[in-house]
Each structure stands twice: as C-alpha cells, then as structure tokens.
C-alpha cells in the first residue's frame, strides 16, 4: 500500500523555485518527524531537511536560506518550498517520515 507518494518535481531554470508535495498516510503523518531526502546520481542519498510534528526544522547547510519544508497536519502534507535553485539541486527528491518510511521520489532537474 503506498503510504508517501511526492509531486511536484520537474525542470526549472537556475535562479527559479519548485514547491515539492508529500501527501502521506494519517497514521504515518501524524505523530512523525517529517522528511526530505535527495540523491543525485553516483552520490549517496542525503538529508535536506526534516520537520517534527510540532514544526522545529532542521536543514542540510547547503539548502539554509534557500529551502524551506513545512506541513499541513490538517491535510497529511508535508512541503519542501525551493528558492534560488542551483545545478547541484539536481536529485531526485524523496519524502520520508519517521526517519523509516520512504516515497518514490520525485525528480527536480535544474538547467537552463
């Protein structure tokens, strides 16, 4: 049964912004921390940026100031707002709750 499924990826312009969806189940959403990962190809997947239920964020050095994750406990939906995007955002990018459970990723290409 898919429990995190991510939308909102695809090609944007260095310089531009994506906003990036997870809708998650009820019971994974609503006492998790909530998740973004990405992984480029031939690196390792990495953290971007986390959020507890009770909205303290956490984010990768390389995204402070730039993205921003958030949720909707009313919706079941956690967000990854991306600003100022550069190449090396190029990943696929993947909700994750609990630390534990994953989506099938979504994938953000940044090129002119």
């Known amino acids: 049964q898919v429990q995190l499924v991510e939308s909102g990826g695809g090609l944007v312009q260095p310089g531009g912004s994506l906003r990036l969806s997870c809708a998650a189940s009820?019971?994974?959403?609503?006492?998790?921390?909530m998740g973004w990962y990405r992984q480029a190809p031939g690196k390792q997947r990495e953290l971007v940026a986390t959020?507890?239920?009770?909205?303290?964020?956490n984010y990768a050095d390389s995204v402070k100031g730039r993205f921003t994750i958030s949720r909707d406990n009313a919706k079941n939906m956690v967000y990854l707002q991306m600003a100022s995007l550069k190449p090396e955002d190029t990943a696929v990018y993947y909700c994750?709750?609990?630390?534990?459970?994953w989506g099938q990723g979504t994938q953000v290409t940044v090129s002119s």
């Open positions: 959020i507890t239920s009770g909205g303290n964020t």
């Open positions: 009820r019971s994974l959403f609503r006492l998790s921390v």
């Open positions: 994750n709750a609990a630390f534990l459970n």
